[in-house]
């Protein structure tokens, strides 16, 4: 079975550039969450995201967007990109019932490196 | 606001030894804790879950504690191989036990010497 993925791996952008992220969950998990990793940290919550709703936001500006598609799979968008954006991004599925009870693990895509110049 | 600790940045060991990691969290009661290995440029991988009502959890050659009074975590790695040398993350479950609002540690980076 595939695991989550997310594209593109690596990428490249200067100062004031805009990215989009994309991220495949697990099939049948409809959560997906967004972390931003930056070097020699843990991860920090950005976004969750389930029946394509948005479920809770991190200490994040609001150039840091993100949506869900019907199909589940997410995308995150980063407008003006500073350099301190540079990090790995990663995105994780879940399974979450209704009443935001879920089994509790999480499972991660390899992330995607975003280095801004 | 919730905050975790993890013990210091690395630790070193030998193979064969126990390795020993410490989580430790303020200003929250989570429903659970987790604890993730991570290796170099990857995404963390999900190794063990303790929930608030339960003391120890073992899997293979992993132990985790949880004292709730304490508010800590331990993490054991028994009989530690080379192959354990990674960054292992502890995480808070997120309100109502919501996974995916986790807070996670800055990790320890433990390494195993042969």
């Known amino acids: 079975d595939a695991g989550v993925t997310q594209s593109p791996t690596h990428l490249i952008k200067t100062r004031g550039q805009h990215v989009t992220l994309r991220c495949s969950p697990i099939s049948g998990h409809k959560s997906v969450s967004w972390y931003q990793q930056v070097l020699g940290q843990g991860p920090q919550f950005i976004f969750q995201?389930?029946?394509?709703?948005?479920?809770g936001r991190g200490n994040f500006p609001d150039r840091f967007s993100a949506r869900q598609f019907p199909n589940y799979s997410s995308e995150l968008n980063v407008n003006a990109l500073l350099l301190g954006d540079s990090a790995l991004y990663l995105c994780?599925?879940?399974?979450?019932?209704?009443?935001?009870?879920?089994?509790?693990?999480?499972?991660f895509g390899e992330g995607s490196r975003l280095t801004v110049l | 606001s919730q905050k975790i600790e993890q013990n210091s940045e690395a630790l070193n060991i030998q193979e064969g030894k126990t390795a020993t990691l410490t989580c430790n969290y303020t200003?929250?009661?989570?429903?659970?804790l987790q604890w993730y290995r991570q290796d170099p440029g990857r995404g963390p991988v999900f190794l063990l879950l303790?929930?608030?009502?339960?003391k120890e959890k073992r899997k293979e050659r992993l132990k985790v504690t949880f004292d709730t009074t304490l508010k800590q975590s331990l993490f054991h790695i028994t009989a530690s191989q080379p192959a354990d040398s990674a960054t292992y993350l502890c995480a808070l479950a997120g309100p109502r036990g919501n996974a995916g609002k986790s807070t996670f540690g800055d990790g320890t980076t433990l390494t195993v010497k042969p």
């Open positions: 994780a599925s879940s399974t979450l019932h209704r009443d935001y009870l879920n089994t509790g693990e999480l499972f």
């Open positions: 995201y389930y029946e394509k709703e948005e479920r």
């Open positions: 303790i929930r608030e009502n339960e």
């Open positions: 200003n929250y009661s989570p429903a659970y």
